[in-house]
């Protein structure tokens, strides 16, 4: 049996393709938020949906809707519940849109952020997790 002490959450990107609508990912965040802080408590931190919109393959799952408008609604969700539950989140989706103009950002099948991409994302996420570790 695993012991956490500590986890990140980033959530919702496969929610949202499938056709989730924003209720049922928020009932679905909450339960999950709540299993996860019987673990570790307070020492979670919710990051934000990155716009996979801005890739070159992004745009073949919008389904007829606004991705980045559907993603900022659930964007939305995670950070209020972030806020009610007094957790840190990081909010990568604004530096996830450069992916559009900076191809070196997209991963070889045109879809998943690099390695560059997952790297600018670290450097928001370490010194908010540093804090909670504290």
Request: charged share 20%.
């Amino acid at each position: 049996s695993s012991a956490p002490t500590f986890a990140t959450l980033l959530i919702g990107v496969n929610d949202w393709v499938q056709g989730i609508d924003s209720a049922a990912f928020h009932k679905n965040l909450l339960l999950i938020i709540d299993h996860v802080q019987k673990k570790v408590e307070n020492k979670l931190v919710l990051i934000t949906i990155p716009d996979f919109s801005c890739t070159p393959e992004g745009p073949k799952y919008y389904n007829g809707r606004n991705i980045s408008e559907g993603l900022t609604e659930f964007n939305k969700i995670i950070m209020s519940e972030a806020e009610k539950r007094n957790l840190k989140c990081v909010d990568i989706f604004p530096v996830s849109q450069k992916m559009k103009d900076q191809p070196d950002l997209v991963s070889a099948d045109n879809l998943h952020p690099s390695a560059k991409e997952y790297a600018i994302w670290e450097n928001l996420i370490y010194p908010v997790v540093y804090g909670v570790l504290r």
